[in-house]
């Protein structure tokens, strides 16, 4: 049987050898080693593997472009040293990523730390399982900043802080009922009701009043009935969001990329222009300012979200607001 015949390199491939003295030329050391740590990490594409000719043995080929793929690697883990960290940066870059570790880069990210928290609970019923892990996080929260915002916008009441906490770690461990029912949504004398503390905890005060002209507020509905309805449907549970993510394609995932990309880049843009004319903290949006944008996990967890509304059909409303971000001036 006739042997199919070897493709030479290219003029563009490279070996890697070479690809180790290009590192050298930009100031990074590195080893045979750690490229092929770095390959199998999916870090790097694959090589091909090319016959050199008889008695010559074979020689391994990376593709074009893997010189400044490299680069880019190098580069990111002098920020972070971590595989996760590394690859998110790099598909974000749009270097090639295969898309079974673009899944695993996404649930390491968002999923998986999550999970470990509801698995260390010993408790099986979301509910239960977000008092355990709030219990444990409440003695550490000042330590963070974002705990400390949460802190202040509660004005450090314990109970109404852990109430916040608990509401949110119950929507991601799948909890049906947050007991947001309109029978328990009375405030007692002095106390917060599950809106009030919803409401401060996002900061969507002004969101209730701010308006546009004759236009109603952006925000008219409960929120804590819209949280119960969440709830019901696991919009932000781990196990839909696992979901969406294993049956998501290639495409897909790069569409929820582009959308959660523009929905961050609208944010920073809209929000200053609005707390320009209408002060700081307009239409209850004040919690822009404590988001990292550039927070992997963060940004991986809005990812998911968009694939895991559009999967059930509820991105109607997130349209219509990407729609807008498009029509801002860049």
């Not at 977000?130 to 996080?137: C, L």
């Not at 196990?239 to 993510?245: D, I, K, P, T």
């Not at 404590?290 to 059909?313: H, M, S």
Request: charged share 25%.
């Amino acid at each position: 049987m006739k042997k199919e015949r070897q493709r030479p390199p290219a003029p563009d491939e490279w070996t890697a050898e070479q690809l180790l003295v290009v590192a050298t030329s930009e100031n990074y050391t590195l080893s045979l080693h750690q490229l092929e740590r770095w390959r199998k990490q999916d870090l790097l594409p694959r090589p091909r593997v090319i016959h050199l000719g008889q008695g010559l043995g074979t020689c391994s080929v990376y593709p074009p472009g893997t010189d400044q793929q490299l680069l880019a690697v190098c580069r990111l883990y002098g920020k972070k040293r971590n595989a996760h960290h590394v690859r998110w940066h790099l598909w974000i870059e749009g270097y090639p990523i295969p898309l079974p570790a673009i899944r695993k880069t996404l649930d390491a990210l968002v999923l998986a730390p999550m999970r470990k928290l509801q698995q260390a609970s010993g408790q099986a019923d979301g509910f239960d399982a977000a008092e355990v892990v709030v219990q444990k996080a409440l003695p550490s929260l000042g330590r963070s900043k974002r705990g400390r915002a949460l802190q202040k916008r509660l004005n450090d009441i314990e109970a109404d802080i852990q109430s916040a906490m608990t509401f949110f770690f119950a929507l991601l461990f799948g909890a049906e009922d947050l007991s947001f029912h309109s029978d328990l949504l009375e405030e007692e004398a002095g106390e917060l009701s599950p809106a009030q503390i919803l409401t401060r905890t996002l900061g969507l005060e002004r969101a209730l009043t701010d308006r546009i002209g004759d236009g109603e507020p952006w925000l008219q509905s409960d929120v804590a009935e819209t949280f119960q309805d969440a709830s019901e449907k696991k919009l932000f549970s781990l196990e839909e969001l696992g979901s969406a993510l294993e049956r998501a394609s290639r495409e897909e995932l790069e569409q929820a990329h582009e959308q959660s990309d523009l929905f961050t880049w609208g944010l920073q843009v809209m929000v200053p222009k609005l707390e320009a004319q209408f002060g700081l903290g307009a239409f209850g949006l004040s919690i822009v300012h404590e988001i990292t944008f550039d927070d992997p996990a963060g940004r991986a967890f809005l990812l998911l979200g968009f694939l895991c509304w559009r999967d059930k059909g509820l991105s109607s409303g997130m349209d219509q607001a990407l729609a807008a971000f498009r029509a801002l001036p860049v």
